[in-house]
């Protein structure tokens, strides 16, 4: 045994620390340096933010990082295995410290010799990834990261930034005020106060009180790695890193594009949000949202796409060749081509006092953490789609009643047909067909539901759960008259295009628009934001993949 692993990891614990062959070892050392080590060298200190890889030839190294109750080790390598997780391949700072505990040899590999192996030698990028990628699921699972969130179940943002954490499948150690010991000492060794809530605290260093999502970015250093520079020209720049925005990302930057993605919150987009996506090509018994997106993600970095975290783009600059767009932290980036892939948001209830509920009652996603929040409790869902059917069976696990409101008289419109027999089958979930939501009430929580029906009138439940599943509108409202747009405000491409919608941009050039090209030459939408998609994953991910061979036909004329 090398390593501490949960007990549900340790068949794969093979994976998780795999053993390089002594020929496997000549191969990675054809791309770095060895040196010796002596015990009690420290190869990587925490917190570094340039750091490389180590084979162990010889010896023994130990991954540890320093909490308030002293040292952990996270793992112990030993002759043929290697150190590393997802940062390394993202370009991350390193979560722990990584020292000598028996003298021998390593080979040392820089970041950008190991991004080179991983993309030419498929054999050792299949063990490096997998093992990067589990290390990282055994992270999360132990809570083994560099930050602490101290919050509160009763606070909505709290439950907003460890939603921002996981989906970034970033790991983190949780603190909750109402149910862990946390002495008063503590809090006063920090500084801080109930009303501070949630807090962050990065590497032991800095303590953010209530920080919005992109300050948590900064603070980890999620896009420290990345150059944003106007100056610098990408070949492509994919805004929303969605099925569709990682789907371009992954076939852009593995044919030797210069890619950089933008992304307003997580890797993932709504799929991200999905507990369990079962007819997405390739995953037979189904995969979380959340391991897609973070797959995707690491696979569109392997080939060496960057990108930014938590920062919306605010304005497209479309009078000008290279297009610029601006980042809301003011910066900008230039770029030859653009793909949009900005997708959808969640819809609201038009009810007034809604917002007033959002996180205390009111929730849009249906994770692992609002499950655990109306556990053995009764839930509303309002919605008939798949997104509301999906969330019904999930919730139905550990609710105590999932009732399903539809407007219309059924979800065999709107519901694929697995789904429709998932929820009819499950005991405790209950179906009312037209039916609506028309008030809230409650405190600092949701107390009651108030729900109308077309005949039979207005029920109240004391019912402090409820799930909006109501669909999305497209995310285009900031690309300011740019681009032509349907009456839905999805963004028009390729056939769907009329001579009006070219006469009225001034399209240039005497070729038509590509198939996915808007109005703007160069400019393409895909997935969920572009007009006439289907609404799915694999579709959104096949638009990404079909929209980069057109960008290449356009860098070609440019
Ligand atoms: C709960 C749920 C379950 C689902 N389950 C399935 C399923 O089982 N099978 C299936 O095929 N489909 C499923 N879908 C549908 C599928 O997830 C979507 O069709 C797909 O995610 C669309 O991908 P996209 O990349 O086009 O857009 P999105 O997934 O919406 O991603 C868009 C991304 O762009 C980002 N963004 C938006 N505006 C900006 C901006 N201005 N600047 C920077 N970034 C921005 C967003 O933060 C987001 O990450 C599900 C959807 C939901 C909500």
């Given at each position: ?7 549900s ?18 191969r ?22 340039h ?15 320093t ?22 391949v ?46 990282r ?10 930050v ?53 605290i ?54 030797g ?7 307003a ?16 090509l390739?995953?037979p018994s ?16 392997k ?61 849009y ?17 309002v919605?008939?789609?798949n ?48 039916c ?11 107390e ?23 669909g ?9 008259n ?9 963004i ?27 109005t ?26 079909i929209?980069?061979?057109f ?8």
């Amino acid at each position: 045994m090398t390593a501490t692993v949960p007990l549900s990891l340790a068949p794969r614990e093979e994976q998780v620390f795999p053993v390089l062959t002594p020929a496997q070892i000549e191969r990675v050392a054809a791309h770095g340096k060895r040196r010796t080590v002596q015990r009690g060298d420290v190869l990587i200190e925490a917190g570094a933010q340039h750091y490389p890889l180590f084979v162990v030839v010889g010896g023994e190294l130990e991954v540890v990082r320093t909490t308030c109750a002293g040292e952990e080790i996270g793992a112990t390598h030993r002759q043929g295995q290697f150190s590393g997780e997802l940062n390394l391949v993202t370009g991350r700072r390193g979560l722990a410290t990584v020292r000598v505990t028996e003298p021998g040899e390593v080979i040392e590999v820089e970041r950008d010799s190991l991004l080179a192996m991983l993309q030419t030698d498929a054999e050792l990028s299949e063990i490096f990834m997998r093992a990067f990628i589990l290390r990282r699921v055994v992270l999360i699972d132990r809570g083994f990261g560099d930050v602490v969130v101290l919050g509160s179940k009763y606070s909505p943002r709290t439950l907003e930034v460890r939603e921002f954490l996981s989906r970034n499948a970033h790991p983190y150690t949780y603190l909750d005020l109402d149910s862990d010991e946390i002495s008063q000492e503590s809090l006063d060794r920090w500084r801080i106060s109930a009303d501070d809530i949630p807090v962050v605290i990065c590497r032991g260093e800095a303590t953010l009180k209530n920080p919005t999502n992109a300050e948590i970015a900064d603070c980890i250093g999620f896009n420290e790695a990345i150059d944003v520079d106007e100056s610098h020209i990408r070949d492509l720049v994919i805004v929303g890193a969605g099925p569709a925005g990682l789907g371009a990302a992954v076939y852009a930057a593995s044919e030797g594009l210069d890619v950089l993605m933008i992304e307003a919150n997580a890797p993932g987009g709504q799929a991200g949000s999905s507990m369990r996506i079962e007819n997405y090509l390739g995953f037979p018994s189904g995969i979380t949202g959340q391991e897609l997106a973070t797959r995707a993600f690491s696979q569109a970095e392997k080939f060496g796409a960057q990108m930014i975290i938590a920062k919306d783009a605010t304005r497209l600059r479309c009078d000008r060749r290279p297009y610029t767009i601006e980042i809301d932290n003011g910066a900008r980036v230039a770029a030859r081509t653009v793909i949009l892939a900005t997708g959808a948001e969640y819809r609201g209830l038009p009810i007034e006092n809604v917002a007033s509920f959002n996180g205390a009652g009111v929730y849009y996603l249906a994770t692992p953490m609002e499950a655990q929040l109306c556990k053995g409790e009764d839930v509303i869902i309002v919605g008939g789609g798949n997104s509301a059917g999906q969330a019904a069976v999930y919730l139905a696990d550990t609710a105590r009643r999932v009732i399903m409101l539809v407007r219309s008289g059924g979800l065999a419109e709107t519901m694929s047909r697995y789904l429709v027999r998932r929820v009819e089958d499950n005991p405790r979930i209950e179906v009312r067909t037209n039916c609506q939501v028309v008030a809230l009430e409650g405190g600092t929580h949701l107390e009651k539901i108030r729900c109308r029906n077309g005949t039979t009138g207005d029920v109240v439940e004391d019912i402090r759960h409820l799930f909006v599943m109501t669909g999305a509108v497209p995310a285009t409202k900031w690309l300011d008259n740019c681009l032509a747009l349907d009456d839905h405000g999805f963004i028009k491409t390729g056939p769907d295009l009329s001579p009006e919608d070219l006469n009225a941009a001034q399209w240039p050039l005497t070729r038509q628009p590509h198939l996915l090209e808007t109005t703007l030459p160069g400019v393409f939408a895909v997935g969920d934001v572009r007009g006439g998609n289907i609404k799915r994953v694999a579709s959104a991910v096949g638009e990404g993949s079909i929209a980069v061979a057109f960008v290449h036909q356009v860098l070609r004329e440019q």
